[in-house]
């Protein structure tokens, strides 16, 4: 167990709605990094918070946005839905932004669009 | 062509074999290699971190190669629990911080 847990763990929605995908950080890590996967793909990273503050995003348009509060907790929004947006969604967090940290995943959470 | 890019697999081979994947990368200005495990539904895991210097954990030995931009993992003795998906990752911080993931290469360990 990581310690990184994910809520919902499965949601179903239709085109054009709106979603928010939350994520709770292991204790003592500042940094938390969102991912899309889709099936039989590895994981895209999405964007990185640090210290609440966006650190560095993917190639992913500006209706995918993120927050991250306080306790390093963080939610990834998704507006106006689309097919392709169906994947497992995965958030990760790490001690800090160098880059050599080692990433700890939580479970995720398996959006379907339908 | 893709940032980071893995032998396509699967690979299938006997319990006790030597199995070796293969990565290579696009952005020179790379920080930091990894190589990642992911079992069937299930988040990736931290396999190990790869050094220019090589490093060894039990059975699994990775290597970077900077100047041809490749990175390796060498699994001896397979066993049936190293069936995974396993996943070459490569983080950069040319602006702002990013975090590449390779498409995986699927290894199927039979007995």
């Known amino acids: 167990e990581t310690g990184v847990t994910q809520s919902p763990t499965h949601l179903i929605k239709t085109r054009g709605q709106q979603v928010t995908l939350r994520c709770s950080s292991q204790?003592?890590?500042?940094?938390v990094s969102w991912y899309q996967q889709a099936l039989g793909q590895g994981p895209q990273f999405i964007f990185q918070?640090?210290?609440?503050?966006?650190?560095g995003r993917g190639n992913f348009p500006p209706r995918f946005s993120g927050l991250q509060f306080p306790n390093y907790s963080s939610e990834l929004n998704v507006n106006a839905l689309e097919l392709d947006d169906s994947a497992l969604y995965l958030c990760a967090s790490s001690s800090g932004t160098s880059g050599s940290d080692t990433q700890y995943f939580g479970p995720g959470t398996r959006l379907t669009v339908l | 062509r893709k940032e980071v890019e893995q032998d396509p697999g699967p690979f299938n081979v006997p319990e006790g074999a030597t199995v070796a994947f293969n990565c290579t990368y696009s952005n020179s200005a790379s920080q930091s290699f990894f190589w990642y495990r992911q079992d069937c539904r299930k988040e990736p895991k931290l396999l190990m971190s790869?050094?220019?210097s090589g490093n060894e954990d039990g059975r699994f030995t990775a290597q970077l190669n900077r100047a041809s931009q490749y990175i390796s993992l060498l699994i001896r003795d397979s066993k049936l629990s190293d069936s995974a998906t396993y996943l070459c990752?490569?983080?950069?911080?040319?602006?702002?911080?990013?975090?590449?993931f390779g498409a995986g290469t699927r290894l199927f360990v039979k007995a």
């Open positions: 990752v490569v983080t950069s911080n040319t602006g702002g911080f990013k975090t590449i």
């Open positions: 204790s003592g890590h500042n940094t």
């Open positions: 918070y640090y210290r609440e503050e966006e650190n």
């Open positions: 790869v050094y220019s």
